[in-house]
């Protein structure tokens, strides 16, 4: 197992910055998820760690090794793309041990690989057939096959599942998150989608605008946000900041003291009908079954409520709603830093 070590590196096209002076490091056989809005610069950032593009600046490090200027090929790494990249005119076979013929690997230790690996991913009765003749979650196996087969101890993916319809990718992250923990991998992953960064890394890296935003576990980075924003693009639904003066009034609510201007934030699962909070007039109402969404004004800002089971509210209803001030997450509305 190797670690991953990047030292503030930058990606730079002129003026403009893709990756700004970024450093994290990735321990030894985990998991971690670069996750982010398009544009933030998560996609370039798995790209210089590959070796697919030059930094303009900073150092990465693999097992301890700097790797800065070396080629793909002499980084000791797998890589997985969103799309599966697979050749159409060869066999899933084929295609899985291409690397392996290109590394003159010996036929007998292609041969062991092969079917180690088409066990592990379901592939053994696919072996003969083209990508053309395979469903999509299918040729995603093949994908991950020929990585796994280098036998390579780090792997880096590029949004892997983007491609495939909700259930899939529900079916792929579990199966990716087993493979990963079986073999010792040490992975990063790159997805847009906060779940996926939730229910399979150990560490989540949320970046903006091509600087990191937080580093830390899920748990962390749910239940602290660093930022208005980290606390808005982790969770379902987003967490309501809204500014301080909207709440003003409710009982127990206590914002830090200093000179600062504040935001607020509350996630919605934590809101309750409670008769003595704050009136707030129905925006829309959604019954998902399990719970219901209900989209309100609060003080003239946009309010979403989370209510398991199912609550009645129409249009022009006015509900009193309050929460524990444990559910308070305050912001400076500068610099969006969390304040408490």
């Given at each position: 197992m190797?670690?991953?070590?990047?030292?503030?590196?930058?990606?730079?096209?002129?003026e403009?910055?893709?990756?700004?002076d970024v450093?994290?490091?990735?321990?030894?056989?985990?998991?971690?998820?670069?996750?982010?809005?398009s544009g933030?610069?998560?996609?370039?950032?798995?790209?210089?760690?590959?070796?697919?593009?030059?930094?303009?600046?900073g150092r990465?490090r693999?097992g301890?090794?700097?790797?800065?200027?070396l080629?793909?090929?002499?980084?000791?790494i797998a890589m997985v793309f969103?799309s599966?990249?697979?050749?159409?005119?060869l066999?899933?076979?084929?295609n899985?041990?291409?690397?392996?013929?290109?590394r003159?690997?010996e036929?007998?230790?292609r041969?062991?690989?092969l079917?180690?690996?088409?066990?592990?991913?379901?592939l053994a009765?696919?072996?003969?057939?083209k990508?053309s003749?395979?469903?999509g979650?299918?040729?995603?196996?093949?994908a991950l096959?020929?990585?796994?087969?280098?036998?390579?101890?780090?792997?880096?993916?590029?949004?892997?599942l983007?491609?495939?319809?909700?259930?899939?990718?529900?079916?792929m992250?579990?199966?990716?998150r087993?493979l990963?923990?079986r073999?010792g991998?040490?992975?990063?992953?790159?997805?847009?989608?906060?779940s996926?960064?939730?229910?399979?890394?150990?560490?989540?890296?949320?970046?903006?605008?091509?600087?990191?935003?937080?580093?830390?576990?899920?748990?962390?980075i749910?239940?602290?946000?660093?930022?208005g924003?980290a606390?808005?693009?982790?969770?379902t639904?987003?967490?309501?900041?809204?500014?301080?003066?909207?709440?003003?009034?409710?009982?127990?609510?206590?914002?830090p003291?200093g000179?600062?201007?504040?935001?607020?934030?509350?996630?919605?699962?934590?809101?309750?009908?409670?008769?003595?909070?704050?009136?707030?007039?129905?925006?829309?109402?959604?019954?998902l079954?399990?719970?219901t969404?209900?989209?309100t004004?609060l003080?003239?800002?946009?309010f979403v409520?989370?209510?398991?089971?199912?609550?009645?509210a129409?249009?022009?209803?006015?509900?009193?709603?309050?929460?524990g001030?444990?559910?308070?997450?305050w912001?400076d509305?500068?610099?969006?830093r969390?304040?408490?």
């Amino acid at each position: 197992m190797k670690d991953i070590a990047v030292e503030g590196i930058s990606r730079r096209w002129g003026e403009a910055a893709a990756v700004d002076d970024v450093s994290f490091t990735v321990a030894a056989g985990t998991l971690v998820a670069l996750l982010g809005p398009s544009g933030c610069g998560k996609s370039t950032t798995l790209r210089l760690i590959a070796g697919l593009d030059q930094p303009s600046a900073g150092r990465i490090r693999i097992g301890g090794a700097d790797v800065t200027g070396l080629p793909p090929a002499r980084r000791g790494i797998a890589m997985v793309f969103q799309s599966y990249a697979l050749f159409p005119h060869l066999s899933v076979a084929e295609n899985i041990l291409f690397g392996l013929k290109v590394r003159r690997v010996e036929p007998a230790e292609r041969a062991d690989r092969l079917r180690r690996v088409a066990d592990m991913l379901g592939l053994a009765a696919l072996l003969d057939r083209k990508p053309s003749q395979l469903s999509g979650g299918q040729q995603q196996r093949v994908a991950l096959a020929r990585a796994i087969v280098a036998e390579a101890a780090v792997c880096l993916m590029d949004e892997p599942l983007s491609n495939l319809d909700a259930q899939l990718r529900l079916e792929m992250r579990r199966e990716i998150r087993a493979l990963q923990t079986r073999l010792g991998m040490t992975m990063i992953y790159v997805t847009h989608d906060q779940s996926e960064a939730m229910t399979m890394a150990d560490r989540i890296i949320l970046m903006r605008a091509g600087r990191i935003e937080q580093n830390a576990t899920p748990a962390e980075i749910y239940g602290r946000p660093a930022t208005g924003f980290a606390g808005r693009f982790v969770g379902t639904p987003p967490m309501n900041v809204i500014p301080a003066a909207a709440a003003a009034g409710l009982p127990g609510l206590q914002p830090p003291a200093g000179p600062h201007t504040l935001l607020l934030g509350i996630r919605p699962e934590a809101v309750r009908l409670d008769p003595a909070g704050l009136p707030a007039e129905v925006v829309a109402a959604e019954y998902l079954g399990a719970d219901t969404l209900v989209e309100t004004r609060l003080g003239g800002s946009p309010f979403v409520a989370r209510f398991a089971g199912r609550v009645e509210a129409r249009t022009g209803d006015v509900l009193r709603l309050g929460w524990g001030p444990e559910a308070a997450h305050w912001f400076d509305t500068g610099t969006d830093r969390r304040m408490n």
